[in-house]
């Protein structure tokens, strides 16, 4: 039987912390012996939650008893782990023990030197701070999850879920993995990453800059054609010194800030009307349906028809009482 042992800190995220325990503790194998031994673990017997008290079962010695780690996240009341606690998982690591965090989770890999030299992800809100702190890690803002082998990492929330899912298929197959996707609702393998969740609202311009005339002059602009010509000129600037200052003050080129700024409006138009995707191309300035899908998909993960799937909102029905009166 495969042991997983879930690591409980305090301030430990609820979800975080019952998607491995639900995920392996549910899976069965086809006869319907269970393959998982599941184990909840923490430096001290009883752990503080946000809106809760947990007693762990087990310390942190049950950590080496494990043949895989998981780490949920916790919320930013947290403090920093013990150092017990990182030199708990550098000795599982170092005897082969797989270790997977879950959303944050993936700072207590970081701090404990586990993730060095290796791709990782984690929430979307807390990617350029997990970069920030540990420039050694690299650091894979869009995706749902990372597998390195024996180090593996998820984004926020439901990617946990992901994460869990693909470690069952890793152990036992998809047959298993699929039945327990099954139990838990969802699909086995989840389309595009989590770029298609971050908020598409436009990016503020330092305070102050030349430049916030000009983007929301672009933005108001979007459906029609654009030129860097044209941005330059309503800047003020000659092209050459636009695109230098655009560049140290956005990050990135005006064409592509451009580029953006139509997948952003593209993304709305999705969510908020019916319009078919020729009609959404059109006033997002997209030249043609085929170059928007194809741009759409490179910046978001997932195709137009599959984002409005996603986030369009469903029709409220009309009760019959209403539909009598």
Known sequence: MHTVAVLALDHVVAADLATPVEVFGRARLADGSRPYRVLVCAPAPQVAGDAFTLIAPHGLPALMEADTIVVPGCSEEASPPAQEVFDALRAAAGAGTRIASICVGAFTLAAAGLLDGLSATTHWAAADQLARRFPQVDVKPDVLYVDNGQILTSAGAAAGLDLCLHLVRRDFGSAVAAASARLSVVPLEREGGQAQFVPHARPAAPRGSLLDPVLTWIEDN????????????????????????????????????????????????????????????????????????????????????????????????????????
């Not at 592509?256 to 593209?266: E, G, I, K, S």
């Open 222 to 325: 979007l459906a029609h054609e654009v030129t860097l010509a044209d941005m330059a000129r309503r800047g003020g600037m000659s092209g050459r010194t636009f695109s230098r200052r655009f560049r140290e003050q956005t990050g990135t080129t005006p064409v592509q800030w451009l580029l953006r700024a139509r997948v952003r409006r593209a993304q709305f138009l999705l969510e908020t009307t019916d319009e078919g995707v020729e009609r959404v191309a059109a006033q997002a300035g997209f030249g043609s349906p085929t170059a928007f899908r194809e741009r759409f998909k490179r910046v978001v993960g997932v195709t137009p028809q599959s984002y409005r799937s996603s986030f369009r909102p469903p029709k409220l029905s009309v009760p019959f009482e209403r539909m009598r009166s």
